[in-house]
């Protein structure tokens, strides 16, 4: 079951009742990083290891940014914290959509806590304001508690 944006607005630090929309929350973009290095992944994560990435964006000091067509990684500018009889999914908003981009996101598993990171894939060049809303986040409940997130993205 979703929940609706009444409860879901305890579980997402928001500016205003503008990100608040029928079946969740609008999510900001905060900041934007070019990807440049390798990463690693292996089964056990021992060996894994993130490419480096360089911030060309903040929208704390820039007004805006004009990108062109490639893959950014997007920090969001709203902490979100996924109570522990939940998750959470996140999906790209419709104008993104219609502007030639999307994000690509992951489940935000119960317990999680932090200001989450999504791949932005620029398919036609767009121009993104300080604390454009460009994605949407659905809090679902579980059927139970089965678990929560202790990964290395803890409140980052």
């Known amino acids: 079951m979703i929940l609706g944006p009444k409860l879901s607005k305890k579980f997402v630090e928001i500016m205003d009742d503008t990100q608040v929309q029928q079946c969740g929350i609008d999510l900001r973009v905060g900041s934007i990083y070019r990807i440049e290095g390798e990463g690693v992944l292996d089964y056990s994560n021992e060996k894994r290891k993130l490419p480096s990435y360089r911030k060309i964006f903040s929208s704390e000091n820039d007004i805006k940014i004009s990108l062109d067509r490639g893959i950014y990684l997007i920090k969001v500018a709203d902490k979100i914290k996924i109570p522990e009889d939940m998750a959470a999914l996140v999906y790209?908003?419709?104008?993104?959509?219609?502007?030639?981009?999307?994000?690509y996101t992951a489940v935000h598993d119960p317990g999680y806590e932090g200001y989450p990171e999504y791949l932005l894939n620029v398919m036609n060049p767009i121009t993104i304001y300080r604390y454009a809303r460009v994605a949407q986040i659905l809090f679902i409940r579980s059927s139970g508690v089965v678990g929560t997130y202790s990964g290395i993205y803890q409140k980052r």
């Open 92 to 103: 790209p908003r419709s104008s993104l959509l219609r502007m030639g981009c999307t994000l």
